[in-house]
């Protein structure tokens, strides 16, 4: 299992530096130069010429990127002159809303998910069976952005049940005393990622129903729900693990819109407002932290799979 992990952990070290790579040539290729971006067409050549000593840019090219690289692994994302904060305080100020609200999204997914493909999977071939992948597929085919639309639409302006806004707020407290005002966004999250997992569950938990060991189980007299719950459910499980890890780009995209959709204070939002008013810094800080937090998902992902299933360590 050691030397799993320790492969796994070189592969994603190999990932990322090929990341901050790509991150690098796009800074160079901002517009005019990552001086010009960040400080206007109008800045004087003196601030020009301060901005790229500051910040090493006047050094030869090898030695700028081994400079970048070590400013990200000391948790140095970058400065935002337009909003004269650094990268990574901005991050601490949004990110703790954007995981509170992709924590209960992926919790709700999970939660639903999990028992409609079970449920799916004995039930496979008739009519109910249909009648949920016919909405697993109808939820599956909605963008985002047309999914929280239709859901303010039902919920807040035609029933008035719910508010069409998330709950604003500085801290998590303030988040959670407005709980009502999280429902919608949470949903729109969760609807599509409900009908992928219970899809990737029913196929599973099928494969799993036809397998060898569940003949011998039944063969030994064992109950239906010890069969179903004690061999078939827990092994249809193991792929899910690689799901969730794969599924956190998506999500991380889905978030932005809701966030944006809502006017949810979070990552997402700030993402946006970023691009609106051409911040390059925080453009590419929070890229670079998505495209790191998509490495960890997938080996925290092929860690649990190589735990749950030994044979995929060899």
């Known amino acids: 299992m050691t030397g799993f992990v320790i492969r796994r952990l070189a592969q994603a070290v190999i990932v990322v530096l090929l990341v901050t790579f790509i991150m690098f040539v796009l800074l160079h290729l901002l517009p005019g130069s990552p001086a010009r971006a960040e400080l206007g067409v109008k800045a004087q050549p003196q601030a020009i010429a301060a901005f790229n000593k500051l910040n090493g840019f ?5 030695e700028q990127y081994f400079l970048y690289v070590g400013r990200v692994f000391e948790g140095n994302l970058g400065f935002s ?3 004269n904060a650094s990268v990574v305080s901005l991050v601490v100020e949004y990110l703790p809303k954007t995981a509170i609200l992709l924590g209960l999204s992926v919790v709700v997914s999970v939660l639903v998910a999990i028992p409609l493909g079970v449920y799916q999977a004995v039930r496979r071939n008739r009519w109910d069976d249909y009648v949920v992948t016919g909405g697993a597929f109808f939820f599956y085919s909605f963008p985002t952005f047309f999914l929280g639309a239709v859901l303010i639409q039902i919920f807040s302006i035609s029933l008035h ?5 998330a709950p604003q707020g500085n801290t998590v407290g303030a988040l959670f005393s407005q709980w009502t005002a999280l429902i919608l966004p949470v949903a729109t999250l969760s ?5 992928s997992y219970s899809r990737y569950m029913r196929s599973a938990m099928i494969d799993s129903l036809a397998q060898d060991y569940i003949r011998t189980a039944k063969a030994k007299g064992l109950s239906r729900r010890a069969v179903l719950f004690g061999h078939a459910l827990r092994n249809s499980l193991i792929p899910m693990a690689t799901l969730l890890g794969l599924s956190i ?3 991380l995209g889905g978030a932005i819109i809701t966030e944006y959709i809502f006017n949810y204070p979070g990552i997402g939002l700030l993402f946006i407002q970023s691009a609106q008013s051409l911040d390059f810094a925080v453009l590419l800080g929070l890229t670079l932290l998505a495209a790191i937090s998509t490495i960890v998902g997938n080996l925290v992902a092929d860690i649990a799979y190589g735990v749950l299933d030994p044979r995929i360590r060899y």
Do not use: E
């Not at 006047?58 to 090898?62: A, F, G, R, T, Y």
């Open 249 to 251: 780009p998506y999500i």
């Open 58 to 62: 006047d050094k030869p090219l090898w």
């Open 81 to 83: 002159y337009r909003q």
């Open 191 to 195: 609807l599509v990622s409900i009908a």
């Open 161 to 165: 049940w719910l508010p069409s806004h």
